[in-house]
């Protein structure tokens, strides 16, 4: 499912203008990371894409959805926002009933709505825990719980916002595997994120959002390999570059295979 | 003061600067006046012989009249409406289509008007003129309860904060399918995803306030000094005393007059 | 300035003890990282050396723990205070709410201490300047950004001059830019040398450029304990449910293939860079 964004500009109440007619599309099956600092505009970008926030000038549309035109609940069974917050939602007696809650209400009936829990719940690796009590579980389980909640809703595109907060090693893998099982099923990723190495080693394309402007589109690795342009954003490159950089080779590797390979080239 | 919601104006006045209990004790006596006091006019002269010119020392005079507005104007109008309309028996003076306006309700409503109209507004020159933590201070340092101080004055500044966190938790439930928008029995089905996040998240930020504050020695025992300093005077205690004195004189006028 | 003796914690209710036999001795002066998988018990260590535990959380606790010459299970809380400071993941609810500006929250726990207040002004505004945070004093503690709001957190605590500060994960959910201004104001505080720094953490970098020495919690037991390099270098990471820099990775794979050196494997950016120049 294609999404347009067509010259948005929105400014909060409060005065601040944190969208200036920013324009882009995201194709279906694109998985994009938008970085960007603190007030750069990529949250409000984001909220406009599930309605939770309505342009004040400009158009977007969901395949072939006017945005404007629908609820956020609507738009919830065309887009799923996974918040950084988890504990801002959960409120069930148990994780698969918490799971239940977004595929419940789009309708379905409860055979499809038992099979798509248990499918998420799978996925994100709480298949044992779906009676415990949410709030039994760690902190990063429920960050986990959140996520199923979303991917039990089955929606073409997914937004994350920043997924790797008060993960650990092991928890970082356990997104990445869900995160490479969306791709595989064809799902849009929208990926706000600090963790650029993180988010190169998933996307296949980055937005710089800086002051409610995009000032840099393009594919992951020659969007990361600009020093400069990430500092306007108060970012670091990913760990691999400013490897690669600090030995003369300038490339952008996502993973250690590929700097070795990169390494060995530079090296002849 | 950014956030939070206090009444407090920030002027530089002789007003901000009295000592925040002699303003609690001028509030304090006048609600007692508003009692004792005879006769529906006297309440009004009070507010307009003592209390206006007192926001107008402070520099709030028109912040003063709003928020007094705001607060008075509507139970001044229901009252009127209400015992003009309800008062058994009495003589009309105004008509309303079938029903009438009775002069003793009216009269009644009048002296009820100006008794709110002071207790509000002498309390409502506090809050607009004294900074809530320099009160709490200073009834800290006449022996007031620390903890009670703190939960008051943080209650200024927490309630934005859970209205923040309501909506955060609305936006979460929306964008999960929930809809918000229809008749009464979905609003009641929607209330569980939204009250109960709130409460649970805010106990754990409960428990880690606590910790938060114990490890600023909240719970230390023994004298606490203060950064700030509230500037008093031997004449502001001789005219606390004066006005507080004044409180049983009126009592007792209001007894016998 | 810490000394734990086979210490054994167990949270009440729970099946198993959160610290198993952890001892550790802790130099004044010495800046310590503590890393672990999460659960291996890096919040409970906090806590127990800042005395919520056993005095806030209750359960059961074994073992010596002693830090800055206080016996933690013998002395209550409101003694600690301002000897042992604690800073940790949520800088929003470390604000006490109870003060209108930045310059005011700072002052808080002084106040509570009974510092008279020439000396409460002096303090803040050093603590101010340490953190960064001198041109915000007249602000209000809540409108300041994540890592501005960890950043007054800290400096609160610093005003109260405490001999031993322990930090929970405090770059957790700041971004990039406030995780490098906590860290190089720690670094600043840390060449004081007036203070014992623990420090529990995720981000290996970091740890690796700034910490004296690494100790790695696995299931409440000490796993490893030494010099960043030789910890973040070695096996030991991975053994405790942990993930060595990319760096340490890329350098290990090259050593494998024969690419470089059997040196000791580097944790920073400058050391990867020497290593496999």
Known sequence: ????????????????????????????????????????????????????????????????WDARQHTVAQLSSRVGYVFQSSDDQLFARSVRE????????????????????????????????????????????????ALAATLAMRTPIVILDEPTTGLDASGVDRLSGIVWALRQAGISLVVISHDLDFSIEHVERALVMTQGRIVADGPVKEVFLEPDLLAQAQLRQPQLIRLARGLGIPFAPSTVEEFIQGYRRGRR | MSQGFSLYLARDSGLHRLHPLTKLSLAATLLVAAFALPGPWSSYAVFLLVLLPLAAWGKILPGFLRSVARSVLPFAISLFLIQGLLWPGGSPVAWLG???????????????????????????????????????????????????SYIVVTTIQIVPYFQGKARAILDAQRSRG??????????????????????????????????????????????????????????????????????????VAGLVL | MISVQDLTYTYPGATGPSLSGLSLTVPAGQVCAVIGANGAGKSTLCHALTGFIPHFFRGTLQGGLRVADLS?????????????????????????????????????????LGIPREEILDRCRSALELTGLQGLADRSPYDLSGGQ?????????????????????????????????????????????????????????????????????????????????????????????????????????????????????????????????
């Open chain 1, 1 to 64: 499912m294609r999404i347009i964004v067509e010259a948005v500009s929105y400014r909060y109440p409060s005065g601040v203008q944190a969208l200036q007619e920013v324009s882009l599309s995201i194709d279906p099956s694109e998985t994009v990371a938008i970085v960007g600092e603190n007030g750069a505009g990529k949250t409000t970008l984001a909220r406009h894409l599930n309605g939770l926030l309505r342009p004040q000038s400009g158009a977007i549309s969901i395949g072939d």
């Open chain 1, 98 to 145: 918490e799971v239940a809650f977004g595929p419940k209400n789009l309708g379905w009936d409860s055979e499809r709505v038992r099979e798509s829990v248990d499918l998420a719940l799978e996925q994100a690796g709480l298949s044992g825990s779906a009676g415990r009590h949410p709030y039994d579980l760690s902190p990063s389980e429920r960050k986990f719980v």
């Open chain 2, 98 to 148: 079938p029903l009438s306006l009775k002069a003793e309700g009216l009269a009644f409503a009048l002296a009820s008007t100006g008794r709110i109209l002071m207790i509000v507004s002498s309390f409502l020159l506090l809050a607009l003129s004294t900074r809530p933590d320099l009160l709490m201070i200073a009834l800290a340092q006449r022996g007031f309860p620390s903890t009670l």
């Open chain 2, 178 to 251: 929930l809809e918000t928008e229809g008749g009464v029995r979905r609003r009641l089905r929607a209330l569980l995803p939204l009250v109960v996040p709130l409460v649970l998240s805010s106990i754990l930020d409960i428990e880690e306030r606590a910790i938060a504050l114990e490890a600023r020695a909240f719970g230390r025992r023994g004298t606490k000094t203060s950064l700030q300093v509230l500037p008093d005077s031997r004449a502001q205690s001789v005219l606390r005393w004066a006005i507080l004195a004044l409180a049983p004189l009126l009592l």
């Open chain 3, 72 to 112: 933690i299970p013998d002395t209550p809380l409101a003694e600690l205070a301002g000897t042992i400071g604690l800073v940790f993941q949520n800088p929003f609810n470390q604000i006490t709410g109870a003060r209108f500006s930045v310059l005011e929250e700072v002052a808080f726990g002084l106040e509570n």
């Open chain 3, 149 to 277: 709001m960890q950043r007054l957190a800290i400096a609160s605590m610093l005003a109260m001059r405490p001999r031993v500060l322990v930090l929970d994960e405090p770059t957790s959910q700041l971004d990039p830019a406030g995780t490098e201004a906590v860290f190089l104001h720690l670094r600043q505080l840390a060449s004081t040398g007036q203070t014992t720094v623990l420090l529990a953490e995720h981000k290996l970098e970091w740890v690796a450029a700034f910490a004296d020495r690494v100790l790695v919690l696995s299931a409440g037991s000490l796993a490893a304990d030494g010099p960043p390099r030789q910890v973040l270098g070695s096996g030991d990471l991975e053994r405790a449910g942990l993930r060595s820099s990319r760096y340490t990775l890329v350098a290990r794979r090259a050593q494998e293939l024969g690419l470089a050196s059997a040196a000791p494997l580097p944790v920073t950016l400058e050391q990867a860079v020497e290593f496999l120049t």
